[in-house]
């Protein structure tokens, strides 16, 4: 284990050198990302899927990895709101904290860490983690970030399926029929081999990206915000622990017990200032929070990864 945290630091660490260095500024890493969102891992999340002969209970686990994702945020986020009241968070910003604090990132940090610590099933779950967190921030996330201004069935459907259809998502359901239907046996040798080449480089690209995006984003600054500085701490401490009570005595395998602790121990999403950027209020603490939450999981992050060994 201790080999797999070295690397996954190290790459972090290039990508935070390169960014000190000036060899990635912030145009060049939005760049980075968006190669990685695009492009490596999707093909990571289709080749994991269409290569795994995905058997019913595999199924199963996948569905019930969706609902535990969708219903966790929806449930801890109502939770957090309420330690954020509690506290007397600017009122404007609750909407928005509530949707920050309980969303993951678990495209660019959650794939790297389930391949490189717990094998090719735990990414197949782990994009099941994806496919809720999309359902949740495109449905009630978004609901809850525009102020709950009670708006229609037939919006609210229309923006979940906008929303929905992103790569990720595409890759994902495209690789269950493929696995599902056997399709791969049909593709030829020197396609497949692209595919895996492309996915292969996405644990290294996502972590050089994620270490960039923290050198870029000058912590001394970041650190003098306290409302960003307590809701980031309290994100990133109060999910594991909520997210431990939850799982421990549910009756699922141990690997979808993993995914889910790791899951929802992982720094907030990156998508969710972009949506309060268009539809909400505080996008600049839902930004800085991003970057906070992603600096603390390195410290976080590797104690969640070694409590989940006791389920191996």
């Known amino acids: 284990m201790f080999g797999q945290f070295f690397v996954l630091f190290a790459l972090m660490a290039v990508g935070y050198v390169c960014s000190r260095k000036k060899f990635l500024n912030q145009e060049m890493t939005i760049g980075v ?35 535990l994702q969708f219903i966790s945020m929806l449930v801890f986020g109502r939770l957090i709101r309420m330690y954020y009241l509690f506290r007397k968070f600017e009122k404007s910003h609750l909407n928005m904290l509530e949707v920050t604090a309980v969303s993951v990132n678990n495209a660019f940090i959650g794939f790297p860490i389930a391949l490189m610590f717990f094998g090719e099933e735990a990414v197949v779950y782990m994009s099941a983690s994806v496919l809720g967190l999309n359902l949740y921030v495109w449905s009630i996330g978004l609901y809850i970030i525009k102020g709950i201004k009670g708006e229609r069935l037939g919006a609210m459907i229309r923006t979940l399926i ?55 984003s000058g912590l001394k600054y970041l650190l003098k915000d306290r409302e ?44 969710v200032p972009m949506i309060v950027g268009r539809y909400g209020v505080g996008v600049e603490v839902s930004s800085k929070m991003v970057m906070l939450t992603t600096a603390f999981s390195m410290a976080t992050v590797p104690v969640c990864v070694a409590i989940s060994y006791i389920w191996v």
């Open 228 to 271: 960003s500085l307590e809701a980031s701490l309290t994100k990133m401490i109060f999910m594991p622990i909520l997210a431990f009570a939850f799982i421990y005595f549910m009756p699922v395998q141990p690997i979808v017990k993993i995914v889910y602790f790791i899951a929802m121990a992982l720094p907030s999403a990156a998508i």
């Open 162 to 216: 906008k929303g929905a259809v992103n790569p990720n998502i595409s890759s994902i359901l495209l690789g269950l029929f493929a696995s599902v239907v056997g399709f791969m046996a049909y593709v030829p040798d020197f396609v497949q081999e692209f595919i895996n080449s492309l996915g292969s480089i996405s644990t290294p690209l996502s972590l050089i990206y994620i270490g960039a995006l923290t050198g870029n």
């Open 33 to 67: 990302g968006n190669i990685v969102l695009f492009f490596t891992i999707p093909a990571l999340l289709f080749s994991s899927l269409a290569n795994t002969q995905v058997k019913n209970d595999m199924l199963i686990n996948f569905a019930t990895m969706v609902a």
